[in-house]
């Protein structure tokens, strides 16, 4: 069973900075892929930020410049810095893992809301 649970949202200013956190956790041989998707109220869900395990990067050309995704392999957990903050990133974001167990499969956490507002 994987789990993957999601710290670091809350609310902020147009203009400042948060730091999100995902944890994956579990009986699992290891990690394909880790990243960062968006649902603002009444749109998609969209891909903000992935990272895959050699480090290769894909972001939405709407961060690109603002927001940087790290990942920690040994603790299994992924990180989004988002600086310069804009109240169009308003939305719940939710962490995603591609696991090998062992075929690819894709899990998801339960979401944490970045609300940005002055």
């Known amino acids: 069973q994987v789990q993957l649970v999601e710290s670091g949202g809350g609310l902020v200013q147009p203009g400042g900075s948060l730091r999100l956190s995902c944890v994956a956790s579990?009986?699992?041989?290891?990690?394909?892929?880790m990243g960062w998707y968006r649902q603002a109220p009444g749109q998609q869900r969209e891909l903000v930020a992935t990272?895959?395990?050699?480090?290769?990067?894909d972001y939405a050309d709407s961060v690109k410049g603002r927001f940087t995704i790290a990942r920690d392999n040994a603790k299994n957990t992924v990180y989004l810095q988002m600086n310069s903050l804009k109240s169009e990133d308003t939305a719940v974001y939710y962490c995603?893992?591609?696991?090998?167990?062992?075929?690819?499969?894709?899990?998801w956490g339960q979401g944490t809301q970045v609300t940005v507002s002055s």
């Open positions: 579990g009986r699992f041989g290891s990690i394909a892929a």
């Open positions: 990272m895959s395990t050699g480090g290769a990067t």
């Open positions: 995603k893992a591609v696991i090998i167990v062992p075929r690819p499969v894709g899990y």
